[in-house]
């Protein structure tokens, strides 16, 4: 009997898993061409020429909690035995980080801004499953969203 | 109350530094949205209800910031920082701090802003007018800005924030 409700956790989880995953890249890579206009920089400081014709700025941020399935739970359970390439976490990190930046840029639009300055990413584990392992990740990303009214560099 | 992370805000100038500011709450998630998370945890995907929570709290945390920043009569809360730590089991910190400044618009009318035009009409000049590769002189000309500016405050060269990482 506990065979077969693990059993069906297993199945349940790859199957939904499996379709939820691929759902969500589709809708980041639309989401992804869609804003891609929206400059985002990791450097510290914009240029003088940005910055004499910047009108406004705002702190905007995106924030995604995302957890991995039993399936692949119970995968990097193995893997985790023999060493190697966590694959399946290494997905689950990446969907997050993408999702977490589209929604900051989200938020920039909603401010009127074309250029996002300071990307800072944090991730935190926020839940650890049975045996230390890890549930679900929380990603958070921020930056300043400037308002640049004439842009003279070329994207 | 502007708000950014980084060392100035774009299109004003710092007049004044007022030291550092925080905000932060400790937040439980609640039994309803564990049951939730923990079905959710078989199938994957996002969940919905622990990112509301996350993002109000630190709506809150930067909410008690602003406050703290206004009471001690700033305008600018810049080089926001966020910080995340875990201190019980279910039970999460976040953290807000940043430095609260004055700022004022700058205005582009005589030679009184010497110090500040200066550095911008040098990069002016400069060939290279792209985004993705800012020059090495912007940093230092912030940072002449700003003490050029503070020196009239005794304590400032205690409160600058010079941690660049």
Same mark, same amino acid.
């Given at each position: 009997?506990?065979?077969?409700?693990?059993?069906?956790?297993?199945?349940?989880?790859?199957?939904?898993?499996?379709?939820?995953?691929?759902?969500?890249?589709?809708?980041?890579?639309?989401?992804?061409?869609?804003?891609?206009?929206?400059?985002?920089?990791? &450097?510290?400081?914009?240029?003088?020429?940005?910055?004499?014709?910047?009108?406004?700025?705002?702190?905007?941020?995106? &924030?995604?909690?995302?957890?991995?399935?039993?399936?692949?739970?119970?995968?990097?359970?193995?893997?985790?035995?023999?060493?190697?390439?966590?694959?399946?976490?290494?997905?689950?990190?990446?969907?997050?980080?993408?999702?977490?930046?589209?929604?900051?840029?989200?938020?920039?639009?909603?401010?009127?801004?074309?250029?996002?300055?300071?990307?800072?990413?944090?991730?935190?584990?926020?839940?650890?499953?049975?045996?230390?392992?890890?549930?679900?990740?929380?990603?958070?990303?921020?930056?300043?969203?400037?308002?640049?009214?004439?842009?003279?560099?070329?994207? | 109350?502007?708000?950014?992370?980084?060392?100035?805000? %774009?299109?004003?100038?710092?007049?004044?530094?007022?030291?550092?500011?925080?905000?932060?709450?400790?937040?439980?998630?609640?039994?309803?949205?564990?049951?939730?998370?923990?079905?959710?945890?078989?199938?994957?995907?996002?969940?919905?209800?622990?990112?509301?929570?996350?993002?109000?709290?630190?709506?809150?945390?930067?909410?008690?910031?602003?406050?703290?920043?206004?009471?001690?009569?700033?305008? !600018?809360?810049?080089?926001?920082?966020?910080?995340?730590?875990?201190? !019980?089991?279910?039970?999460?910190?976040?953290?807000?701090?940043?430095?609260?400044?004055?700022?004022?618009?700058?205005?582009?009318?005589?030679?009184?802003?010497?110090?500040?035009?200066?550095?911008?009409?040098?990069?002016?000049?400069?060939?290279?007018?792209?985004?993705?590769?800012?020059?090495?002189?912007?940093?230092?000309?912030?940072?002449?800005?700003?003490?050029?500016?503070? &020196?009239?405050? %005794?304590?400032?060269?205690?409160?600058?924030?010079?941690?660049?990482?």
């Amino acid at each position: 009997m506990d065979l077969f409700i693990t059993l069906m956790l297993f199945v349940c989880g790859y199957v939904f898993g499996r379709t939820a995953e691929s759902r969500h890249y589709k809708s980041i890579f639309k989401r992804e061409a869609q804003y891609n206009n929206l400059l985002t920089f990791a &450097s510290k400081m914009p240029n003088n020429d940005v910055l004499n014709n910047t009108q406004e700025a705002h702190l905007v941020y995106g &924030s995604v909690v995302i957890s991995v399935d039993y399936f692949k739970r119970f995968i990097a359970g193995l893997r985790n035995f023999f060493g190697g390439n966590l694959t399946t976490y290494e997905t689950l990190l990446d969907r997050g980080r993408r999702e977490a930046i589209l929604r900051m840029k989200e938020d920039a639009l909603h401010h009127g801004a074309n250029m996002i300055f300071n990307v800072k990413l944090e991730t935190a584990s926020i839940s650890k499953g049975k045996g230390d392992s890890i549930g679900s990740i929380e990603v958070y990303a921020y930056g300043t969203a400037l308002n640049v009214a004439n842009q003279t560099h070329q994207s | 109350m502007i708000l950014t992370n980084i060392e100035n805000v %774009p299109g004003k100038r710092i007049v004044k530094h007022l030291g550092l500011v925080q905000g932060s709450t400790v937040r439980a998630k609640n039994v309803g949205r564990d049951i939730f998370a923990s079905i959710k945890n078989i199938f994957g995907g996002e969940l919905k209800g622990y990112t509301e929570l996350m993002s109000e709290s630190r709506k809150e945390a930067s909410k008690r910031m602003k406050k703290q920043a206004s009471k001690v009569g700033a305008n !600018a809360v810049v080089n926001v920082r966020f910080a995340t730590s875990s201190i !019980a089991q279910g039970a999460a910190e976040l953290f807000v701090y940043g430095t609260a400044v004055v700022v004022e618009d700058i205005v582009y009318d005589g030679t009184e802003h010497t110090v500040i035009d200066a550095p911008l009409a040098q990069s002016g000049a400069q060939p290279s007018g792209s985004v993705e590769a800012p020059t090495a002189t912007t940093p230092s000309a912030a940072i002449d800005m700003r003490t050029s500016h503070t &020196s009239a405050d %005794p304590d400032a060269a205690y409160r600058k924030p010079e941690h660049s990482e």
